[in-house]
């Protein structure tokens, strides 16, 4: 058996093999390291996934409406993602999840429809919705080139409503539509996912 002593010897001997064997070191635990960071978030994937799973069948068992969309609020904001994923993916849509939960831009899916690409933007809001998320979110539709479904267990309120005439790409479903598309009934899409909408501009939305 080669000792520690011999090694180290060939070593000062030869610089250039040094530099080698360190330089394999590093790349295996690079490796590693990278591989347990997509192990770690591959089990975050399937935890979550699990657990909207287990949400979609608890949902039925609550005693109405409303319980429902205050039990959405009270859960994990990654498994309200998953879930309406998930929603989506039982009516037969294909969907694509992003590579991770953080960092997101503001995306937090996507699903394809009769051919159509949409985002998804999920807000597990227990208020009105925050008016700069619809106009991030129409600003990326734009960008993109596409429609999106900006879904979220809040109150809608008059001047988010008013804003969404300026990005009439994105598709609000709340409330009675959520629980619908989690109930799964079909999304009914009245227009091509990226209509343009006469005496709008995103200049108007400027003003909210």
Avoid at 48 to 64: C, D, H, I, N, S
Avoid at 118 to 143: C, E, N, P, V
Avoid at 190 to 200: A, E, I, L, N, R
Wanted: glycine share 8%; aromatic share 8%.
């Amino acid at each position: 058996m080669i000792s520690a002593q011999h090694i180290a010897a060939a070593l000062r001997m030869d610089p250039l093999l040094a530099v080698v064997l360190i330089g394999l070191f590093v790349a295996v635990m690079l490796a590693l390291n990278g591989r347990t960071r997509a192990t770690a978030s591959q089990r975050r994937h399937c935890s979550y996934r699990a657990t909207a799973e287990r949400v979609l069948q608890r949902l039925p068992q609550l005693a109405g409406d409303a319980q429902r969309l205050a039990y959405m609020r009270k859960i994990n904001p990654y498994v309200f993602e998953e879930l309406l994923l998930l929603a989506f993916e039982r009516q037969g849509h294909p969907v694509q999840p992003n590579a991770s939960y953080s960092g997101d831009g503001g995306l937090d899916g996507q699903v394809f429809i009769d051919g159509h690409r949409w985002l998804i933007q999920a807000k597990r809001y227990g208020k009105t919705i925050t008016l700069s998320h619809i106009r991030d979110f129409g600003t990326l539709l734009l960008r993109e080139r596409c429609g999106g479904f900006f879904i979220h267990t809040g109150r809608t309120g008059n001047l988010s409503r008013l804003l969404l005439h300026a990005y009439p790409q994105v598709r609000l479903i709340s409330g009675q539509r959520l629980l619908n598309l989690l109930a799964g009934d079909a999304v009914r899409l009245s227009s091509t996912p990226f209509p343009v909408k006469s005496g709008w501009s995103v200049s108007d939305a400027s003003q909210f």
